[in-house]
Structure formats: structure tokens, C-alpha cells
């Protein structure tokens, strides 16, 4: 059984890791008997039709827990389920948006959660097969599944005739082999297609045309976890959480300079100064909070003044952010800006796919320009070239958004830190405490 | 004579048939000769595209996209140590160069002496609450430590190193060339 170093046990917001800690509960026996796992399942077969767990889906306000923050009812609703031939659910589950390690936490402690939650979507939108998208480092999570999903299909959750209903259920695992751009869901589409992870134009929309060329559902882990909860308890009871435009709970990764890291379940307002300050302790002795990655390393930073932030969706659209994947990455003032935001240009330049030239040369402009800055080389003029490749990167050039992620963080840490820019690029100096990212 | 071996040959024309469309046994395939040989030639290349019935560009094409796939000899074990923002910023980079030091490489495509170990330096591996950490073969490493690394070094260096769990599909980094071991364990 993993460490634990998060949310577990029963509080009045834990929606997902009420039963997490519970000894065993990876195994379906210890699922079913002491959490009523598979109940949803049940329930959702036997008693409702599709198109009312659907409903119940969208009464919960549910919005995709992957990054883009899609109604995950109106997303499962895309599927045509009388449409004739295979359809198809596919599962990111290519956790590796820098910061993030929620998705991990949850195959790792409750994986039938996850396997409960996927054989609900499929029946919902009429598909008998699901594909889990598995990132290929995950190894403990890939064991924990294959485990689960044995054990689901030897109890009959999975297999011909699922809650004795004649309805054929089917659970399989695709490993990733390392690509960042694998989390775009149609990037994903391609990898699991045996293809170069490249994403595609749309439309068509992955509804239409997915996975093989059949409709397809793509929902996230933690996305397709919360759904049990929602069938159990109703869709109005998780819309009780929350706020209105975003409810319910998410999972955040704090991770970075606090002194208790850890995936915690937030209700959606709460804000930022609960999650670092109260949940994963603040900075560490002596130290004081500087800036911090809201939802990833994708989300635009926002300074220790804008702590008050809250969580949801629209508080951070306000503030010119996003909650992204909930990875909330924090750093202390003894730490420079310029060489975070560099070490970040250096990933997103290794991880463009190369197939839109804005991002696979712009990356590298960025990174370029970083390094001349980083070795007191840097100008006026270096500063007006970030802010163009920047530019350059971002507003729809790009199939995808990973381009956009690059400019948003060139964009935002000048934004709010642009005198620790000046200092290294026109004073060619860092005026940061000793320890420094050496990016 | 082929690179992998009849065997592997006939698991990987087993793949196909496992997916709605053949095409997406290629990285499957790509595993098992990797799991073979340790890294993956473009003999073993050609040899899996033959196998899957497609051109060896496009199963190339496929591999070098790929971080997990190596497309040069790896050591024994390898370390992938995540240097990312949420790990760096509570030491990874210290972490790096003392196991650079400690496995006497410098170099992400070197292979140790020995041939027991290669390092990398990785993206964000998922697991931040347990910054700094790495991957060791199929095994997360959490709170990373210069003691930790040493440990975890001679243990492997030892005669008779503990067996790490068993694993699965895998991309299979963990051996080293077959020809390599066969004359060790002679």
C-alpha cells in the first residue's frame, strides 16, 4: 500500500477520498464491503436508463478534472448512443502536467473507484469497450489496475453480462512511452493508434470521431472517479459543493516549497491561502511564499499578494489564470523567477510535437533568449524578444495549446515579477536569496 | 539471423489482433524488443516492422518520438531523475550530480563501466508531494536523498541485488544488451 500524503479520511468535503487510507481498499472485496463500491454501478444499470445518468451527470455541474474544465455531462451527451458500429470511452490517464500527481493518488489508493466510474460512462454513452491511456512511468498504478480490473472481471462487473444486465463491458490499459503532448486528448488519439502523438485539427470532434474512427468519449481520471459519488448521491447533492459555475471538489497537488506537499481535496472556493498556507503548511521556516502555479505549470502564475485567490474557475479566470490540473506548484522567495520560468521553457520546448512550427520553433527562441539573459548577456532587447516569441506562441496559431502554455508562463512571471526580469537582463544581476533553480 | 529472437518474433505477430486496428501494436512490439535487447537497433526496428507488416520509417518514426523508447545501449538500471520545477525546487539538481558522480557517468547516452547504470534527466514524473524523487527501472524513488542514492547503488552493485517487483508490458529499459548478459551470467 503507497504512503498516504494527502486528503483520506472522513471529512464533510472529502467526496473522493472519504474511503482513501482504508486498509486494502484497493481490493474489490474491501471496495464493496466497506465503502458500498460498485453500488453506483448497480444502480446505474439496473435502475436508471442512459440517458438519465447522463442527466444526473449534468444536474451535478461535474466539469472535467484534466485541465480544459468541459461539462462532463454535456461532453458525455455528445455521444450518439443509438449510433450503430463500436463506440468507444477512452481514459487520460497521461498524467504529466508538471506539478500534478492527482490522478496517480487516485489509481494508487482506489483504483476501483476509477474502474467503477469508467464502466458507468460506457454504459451511459452506449460504448462497450473503454481504453485506459496509462502514462508509461506509472508502474505502481498500472499494477494497481491491472489488479482491479482482474478482479472486476472475475466478480462479472466486467464481462458479458455486468450486474447481470445483458449489456458486454470491457476495461483495457494502453502504456504511454513519455510524450507530454499525450494529455491532449487527440494527441492521445494518435498514440493509442500507434501513431506519432501529433494532435489532430478539429472537427471532427473525438465524439464523432475518435479513437479508430468511432465515436469516442475522453474524460480524466479524476473526472470519471467523482462519478459514483454523483450516482450514489444524486446530481443535486454534488452541485451542493462548490460554487455555482464551478461545483463540487477537486483534487489539488500542492508540491514545491510548503512543508506538508500533498494531494488534498479542495472544495471549488475555498482559496489559494487555505490550500498552501493551512493545507500543505506554507513555506518552510523562515521563508515567505513568492509565487505560485495555480493549476500547473501551464496555469499563469499569480504573486504571494493574490493568495486570497479562490479556486474555482471564474475567480481564477478573473485574475488572467486557470485551475488547469490543480497541480498549485509553490515557490519561496529564495528562489529567482527568470531561472523558473526558464527551466519551464526548457520543458515545454522538449515537449512540442513539432507538427505546428510556432510552437517547435518558438519554444526554443524562448529558451535561447532565457540563456543569453541567465548569462548576463541580455538587454532591452531580449526583453522585447520574449515578449514577441511569446506572442508568437500563443491566440490559436497552434493545433493545441501547448504553445499557448509556453507563452503564459513567459507572460505572466513578466507580468507580475518584471523588476527581477530588469535585473537580469538590463542590470545582469539576481537579487534573489542564495539558493537559485539551476535550470 | 535476426537481432530478437523467434520467440519475441511471434509474440509481437500475436499483437495485431489485439486492438480494433492492428496499427496500434507497434509500441507493444516496440516493448518486447526493448525488453530483448535493451534498446532498440534499427536490425530490431526493421525486424518488428516487418513483423506488423509496416514500413521500418514510419516504426522509427514511432520509436524516436518516444522518451521511453532508447535508441542506444542503457545501463543495467537506469535512473530517470525528475528535474522539473516542483522536484528542482527541493533539490533535484543536487540529487543529479551527486549520482552522476556516484555512477561515474556524465552523460545520458554513457553507460557506467560496468555496464550496471545510465541516467537521465526526466519531466515531471507525477509524484511532486514526494519531491525530490526519480524512477529507478520500474520504481518510483520518493524524498530523495545522497545517502538514499548511495543505497540504492550498492545494493545493485552487490552480488545479489533484491528483486524488484514484478512488472509488466513495460518498456523494458531495465536490461542491458542480451549478448552482454549471457557472457555475465556464463
Known sequence: MPELRGSHGDAPNHVLTRWFGTPDLHHLEVYESKTKGYSALRKAMLEMAPAEITGEVKTSGLRGRGGAGFATGTKWSFINRDAPGPKYVVVNADESEPGTSKDRYILENSPHLVVEGILIAAYAVGANQAWVYLRGEYDEPHRMLVEAIGEARAKGHIGPKPMGKDYPLDIRIYRGHGAYICGEETALLESLEGKRAQPRSRPPFPAVKGAWGRPTLLNNVETLATVPWIINNGGAAYAKFGTDKSPGTRLMSVSGNVRTPGVYEVELGQTFRHVIMELAGGPPEGRSLKVFWPGGSSAPVLPASMLDTKTDMESLAAVKSMGGSGGVIVMDDQHCIVRAAHRLLKFYAYESCGKCTPCRVGGDWAVRTYERILANEGSQVELDTLQRVSDGLQNGRCLCGLGDSAGWVIDSTIRHFREEYEDHALRHECNVGAVAVNA | ?186
Open chain 2, 1 to 186: 539471423m535476426s537481432s530478437l529472437s523467434a520467440h519475441v518474433l511471434d509474440e509481437i505477430k500475436e499483437l495485431p489482433g489485439k486492438y480494433p486496428q492492428p496499427r496500434s501494436a507497434v509500441m507493444p512490439a516496440l516493448d518486447l524488443a526493448q525488453e530483448e535487447l535493451g534498446y532498440l537497433t534499427p536490425e530490431a526496428m526493421s525486424e518488428v516492422a516487418a513483423a506488423l507488416e509496416l514500413d521500418p520509417g514510419y516504426v522509427e518514426g514511432v520509436a524516436t518520438f518516444y522518451s521511453l523508447f532508447h535508441l542506444q545501449p542503457v545501463g543495467k538500471h537506469r535512473f530517470y531523475v525528475c528535474t522539473n520545477l516542483s522536484c528542482t525546487l527541493r533539490g533535484a539538481n543536487e540529487i543529479v550530480d551527486h549520482l552522476k558522480k556516484a555512477i561515474g557517468v556524465d552523460d545520458p547516452n554513457a553507460v557506467s563501466s560496468d555496464g550496471l547504470f545510465s541516467y537521465e534527466e526526466v519531466e515531471c514524473l507525477g509524484a511532486c508531494e514526494f519531491a525530490p524523487m526519480m524512477r529507478l527501472d520500474h520504481r518510483y524513488h520518493y524524498d530523495l536523498t545522497a545517502e538514499k542514492i548511495d543505497q540504492l547503488i550498492a545494493e545493485r552493485r552487490s552480488p545479489h541485488p533484491p528483486a524488484s517487483p514484478a512488472t509488466s508490458p513495460a518498456s523494458g529499459e531495465v536490461s542491458r544488451p542480451k549478448r552482454t548478459r549471457k557472457k555475465k551470467d556464463a
